[in-house]
């Protein structure tokens, strides 16, 4: 079977408003020449699994906290309620990627798997050889291509079999090679990467750089100091733009009013929302949503 060709194409700063969440979704992510940051850079709590490969270049991602160098041909897995944040990419950077939802996962009876499944969470990182890269793309390819038919009688029970298959193709890849260990990264680095961690948890907790301080067990004045330096973005820029981002997300889905979505961020009242959404976006949250 050919790979490729169903599979999306899409620049990374097209990511969040192209691709559609089926059960299962197939896509190839480059490196685009704009906007790229609110697409890749805000740490995000996946609610669904996803299966990345690097086919081209190289970068840093991280998974849980810990930061991992990815290059081609290397595989990671991320589990529902990962937090995943891309951190640096080269310009030639390709992914293939399986998106798989939460609703998938809700029913899905992984049994046996479940000591590798423990295992490869904690250890997320995989290099392929060239066939095991084959094998998984067309297994997942073919999921996709099964769960997509129209009119057919058991494509739910036919997607599980063949997810389970892959499931089985990546743990034998696991049981007779080692996985890719975390970066280790200098002080600054890790102060960095642990902030971000921090961030995807608590903005909605607070918006004050002291709070994610106190958790780091720094001052301010340091973690301001060390974030400006390792990003360029100082920690109140990148808890607004985290705050912003998910803000946007939830109005898009206009089953949640403008006071909803502002309890559910944490602000005192809507009021404090609107000033707070239209100082960094030059838009108040309702003309955001009617733009979009």
């Not at 690097?54 to 529902?80: A, H, T, W």
């Not at 390709?94 to 490869?120: C, H, M, N, Q, R």
């Not at 918006?207 to 100082?234: C, D, H, I, M, N």
């Given at each position: 079977m050919g790979i490729g060709g169903n599979i999306e194409l899409f620049g990374m700063?097209?990511?969040?408003?192209?691709?559609?969440?089926?059960l299962f979704s197939l896509f190839i992510i480059e490196k685009g020449c704009c906007?790229?940051?609110?697409s890749i850079v805000s740490p995000r709590r996946l609610t669904g699994g996803a299966i990345g490969i690097c086919l081209k270049g190289s970068g840093e991602v991280m998974i849980d906290s810990k930061i991992y160098q990815v290059n081609e041909?290397?595989?990671?897995?991320?589990?529902?309620?990962?937090?995943?944040?891309?951190?640096?990419?080269?310009?030639?950077?390709k992914f293939f990627v399986f998106g798989i939802s939460p609703d998938f996962f809700a029913t899905f009876e992984i049994g046996s798997l479940i000591s590798y499944f423990v295992y490869i969470k904690e250890h997320p990182c995989?290099?392929?050889?060239?066939?095991?890269?084959?094998?998984i793309m067309e297994l997942c390819e073919l999921v996709h291509q099964k769960s997509t038919r129209t009119g057919k009688s058991f494509m739910r029970e036919i997607a599980e079999k063949l997810i389970l298959a892959l499931c089985y193709e990546i743990c034998a890849i696991y049981s007779h090679k080692k996985p890719i260990e975390q970066s280790t990264g200098k002080r600054k680095d890790v102060l960095l990467a642990d902030f971000l961690y921090l961030l995807a948890i608590h903005y909605k907790d607070s918006r004050e750089p002291e709070f994610y301080a106190s958790r780091l067990f720094v001052t301010p004045k340091y973690l301001y100091q060390v974030v400006k330096e390792k990003s360029g973005q100082t920690p109140s820029a990148w808890i607004a733009f985290t705050v912003i981002v998910n803000a946007k997300g939830l109005l898009k889905n206009n089953t949640m009013s403008i006071a909803q979505i502002s309890d559910q961020l944490n602000f005192p009242n809507p009021s404090f929302f609107t000033q707070y959404f239209k100082k960094h976006t030059g838009l108040t949250p309702g003309m955001f949503r009617n733009q979009n």
């Amino acid at each position: 079977m050919g790979i490729g060709g169903n599979i999306e194409l899409f620049g990374m700063d097209e990511i969040k408003e192209h691709i559609v969440l089926d059960l299962f979704s197939l896509f190839i992510i480059e490196k685009g020449c704009c906007n790229i940051l609110e697409s890749i850079v805000s740490p995000r709590r996946l609610t669904g699994g996803a299966i990345g490969i690097c086919l081209k270049g190289s970068g840093e991602v991280m998974i849980d906290s810990k930061i991992y160098q990815v290059n081609e041909r290397d595989m990671f897995v991320i589990f529902p309620q990962t937090i995943f944040q891309p951190i640096s990419f080269s310009d030639d950077i390709k992914f293939f990627v399986f998106g798989i939802s939460p609703d998938f996962f809700a029913t899905f009876e992984i049994g046996s798997l479940i000591s590798y499944f423990v295992y490869i969470k904690e250890h997320p990182c995989m290099a392929l050889a060239e066939t095991d890269v084959t094998n998984i793309m067309e297994l997942c390819e073919l999921v996709h291509q099964k769960s997509t038919r129209t009119g057919k009688s058991f494509m739910r029970e036919i997607a599980e079999k063949l997810i389970l298959a892959l499931c089985y193709e990546i743990c034998a890849i696991y049981s007779h090679k080692k996985p890719i260990e975390q970066s280790t990264g200098k002080r600054k680095d890790v102060l960095l990467a642990d902030f971000l961690y921090l961030l995807a948890i608590h903005y909605k907790d607070s918006r004050e750089p002291e709070f994610y301080a106190s958790r780091l067990f720094v001052t301010p004045k340091y973690l301001y100091q060390v974030v400006k330096e390792k990003s360029g973005q100082t920690p109140s820029a990148w808890i607004a733009f985290t705050v912003i981002v998910n803000a946007k997300g939830l109005l898009k889905n206009n089953t949640m009013s403008i006071a909803q979505i502002s309890d559910q961020l944490n602000f005192p009242n809507p009021s404090f929302f609107t000033q707070y959404f239209k100082k960094h976006t030059g838009l108040t949250p309702g003309m955001f949503r009617n733009q979009n």
